[in-house]
């Protein structure tokens, strides 16, 4: 073997040496089960241990960062890009000399997608950023009391349901300003928006404090910690009846509207006996969107029941239900109108 395919070999060595202890330090945060409806991580994302304050990221960026990435928008890589000085210096409500490209009003994501969602992208699976509802549940069901660990302040949470218990250190964020990793407040990054829909630079933050944990809405344009959660692998997906983020047919209702006027086709025996009525139908609309299990709930007439099955399972594919943050099969009813002076 010549020198230089020696140190190719050697090269690629180094790579997968490096691939593999990527790998393993993914695979060493465990899944803690407080009793909810995630696995809590047991540290977090990029730490090493329980107490260890791990990386800080960006929402909407995948990759840690430091102080620098923060600071600069040529580094920042989370959507966001600069915003003409006039219309930053006409406008108060601007703190910072930049907007966002996606997670906006104009696109209507309220959730992160996969690709963005930092330990999705770090850990694989069904690991994933917390929702607010998440957030929410932990505080809820758990008792919790400032303390230490391995010399870190930080909060430790009880499940009041099998007293397994998480520990949140205070890791303080990375501001534009200044950095505050050290002043005594620990924000941590969900993968949703803001509640209030109008406000792009507004994202769903678990704050940890000396005095408690308060879910609150934080500026996006900080960097904070990440707490992974492990979704609970079902043996069959659930079809939910209710759900935070309804199906809808695409352009809406009144889109669904017209799709049946258009595509009904008045059985020929039925308009020569005057049969008309509505005919209610249920229906699933799958996590892709596809329209499954067309159910007649109320029937007028056999031939009417039928066209009105044979249209509901031609339709196109629907946004998906979404509950808490990801895509659900959701049960969804609506009516089949036959009317003759249509």
Known sequence: MNMRKALAVLILAVICIGAINDRA???????????????????????????????????????????????????????????????????????????????????????????????SKTLGGNWRMPTRYEFLELINESSFDYTSLNGVMGVRLVSNKNGNEIFLPICGILSVDKDLTADGLGIYLSKGRSSADGDERMITTLMTTKVGLLVEDFLRDLACSIRPVLERVEEEDPVFQAVEDQPEFPGGTQALL?????????????????????????????????????????????????????????????????????????????????????
């Open 258 to 342: 017209n799709y049946l006027k258009l595509n009904i086709k008045y059985p020929e025996e039925c308009r020569k006996r005057n049969v008309e009525g509505r005919v209610i139908v249920s229906f699933v609309v799958n996590k892709d969107g596809t329209i499954i299990n067309p159910e007649i709930v109320k029937s007028v007439h056999p031939l009417l029941d039928q066209e009105a099955i044979r249209v509901i399972s031609n339709m196109p594919k629907w946004k998906p239900g979404i509950q808490r943050g990801s895509p659900v099969r959701v049960k969804y009813t609506i009516p089949v109108n036959f009317n003759l002076s249509y």
């Open 25 to 119: 330090s993914a695979q060493e945060i465990e899944a803690v089960d407080m009793g909810l409806s995630v696995l809590w991580g047991d540290r977090n994302l990029g730490a090493k241990n329980a107490s260890d304050k791990g990386n800080y990221y960006l929402w909407g960026r995948n990759t840690p960062v430091t102080l620098d990435d923060v600071k600069s928008i040529e580094n920042r890589q989370d959507h966001s890009v600069p915003m003409d000085v006039n219309e930053f210096m006409n406008n108060e409500n601007n703190l910072l000399p930049f907007t966002y490209t996606k997670y906006t009003p104009k696109d209507k994501k309220k959730y992160l997608d996969p690709e963005d969602d930092a330990a």
